[in-house]
């Protein structure tokens, strides 16, 4: 039998079998010989030993289409990225973060702009331009008003999405929008371990229909973008790729050198100020980070 892992609590996993339901399983000792850890989003086969109350092993671990540390999650189709709009202002340094965390792990992201609601259509029309100049899709909802809730349930169908966003945003609205039930579901698996409110900081996959999976990542305040070379974080930054290759310095990072291609395009318009200045916060940051 074959399912989705949608949550790991304290050595069980939480599988979901379409038309079958959650069983609550363990991973048999053959993985920890093999030092593999079954991830919250793992496609998994089991064996049933318990129907009635759906208890069962974890046999096999499918190949995985990515991986991500933190969250510890796999296979990933896309990520949603909920930031307000107001109320509180969005901190488009962090956006960027993580924008660069999806880029290195090659997982197409959309950003969506929450409690629309608040704000001016020239607001909008001001965040729209600096992320889809930089190649994103962007969004903009009100979970309370239900802006948008339609649009953003036609980007998730058939896949694997990944929801994040720091506290406050209304990210849990605009889930609780989406899908009303998962509360139950929730339920479901706080009764088997009977642990109720305390599990809700993990990572956990809620099954919208068919093929169509949301997980819901734990809030976040900072991301730490250090597990690469600074000379990487270019390639991250996915509006720079036009101008590879047109700088003097063929090992040029966009900061102080001259006849810099990307500097230029910042100054014609053409790539965001915005956009290069965290660019650039997060290369000396970086850099700063060699010295000790």
Request: charged share 25%; hydrophobic share 35%; net charge neutral.
């Amino acid at each position: 039998m074959q399912g989705k892992i949608i949550k790991g609590i304290a050595g069980f996993y939480y599988v979901h079998v379409v038309h079958s339901g959650i069983y609550e399983c363990k991973a048999k000792g053959i993985f920890r010989n093999k030092n593999v850890k079954p991830l919250v989003g793992d496609n998994v086969n089991i064996e049933v030993l318990d129907e009635r109350n759906k208890l069962g092993n974890i046999t096999d671990i499918k190949t995985r289409t990515n991986e991500l540390i933190r969250p510890a999650v796999a296979n990933i189709s896309q990520a949603m990225v909920v930031f307000a709009i107001a109320k509180p202002m969005p901190n488009l340094n962090l956006l960027d973060r993580f924008l660069v965390m999806m880029e290195k792990n090659d997982i197409e992201t959309i950003i969506c702009f929450n409690k629309v609601d608040l704000v001016s259509e020239e607001e909008m029309i001001k965040l729209r331009d600096i992320y889809v100049k930089a190649g994103y899709q962007v969004m903009f909802t009100s979970a309370n008003a239900g802006t948008g809730v339609e649009e953003v349930r036609r980007m998730l169908e058939g896949k694997t999405t990944a929801f994040a966003g720091p506290s406050g945003v209304g990210k849990s609205s605009l889930l609780n929008v989406l899908m009303p039930e998962a509360n139950s579901r929730t339920g479901e698996i706080s009764e088997k371990i009977q642990r109720g409110k305390h599990t809700t900081r993990h990572t956990e996959i809620f099954h919208l229909c068919e093929d169509t999976y949301i997980m819901d990542t734990p809030g976040f305040s900072s991301l730490y973008v250090n597990d690469f070379e600074k000379e990487d974080l270019q390639h991250f930054f996915r509006e720079f790729d036009n101008y590879f290759g047109q700088c003097r310095f063929v090992l040029c990072a966009h900061e102080n050198e001259p006849d810099c291609a990307v500097k230029e395009a910042v100054e014609n318009g053409q790539i965001s100020r915005l956009r290069y200045e965290n660019y650039l916060l997060l290369y000396n940051e970086m850099k700063d980070k060699k010295k000790y």
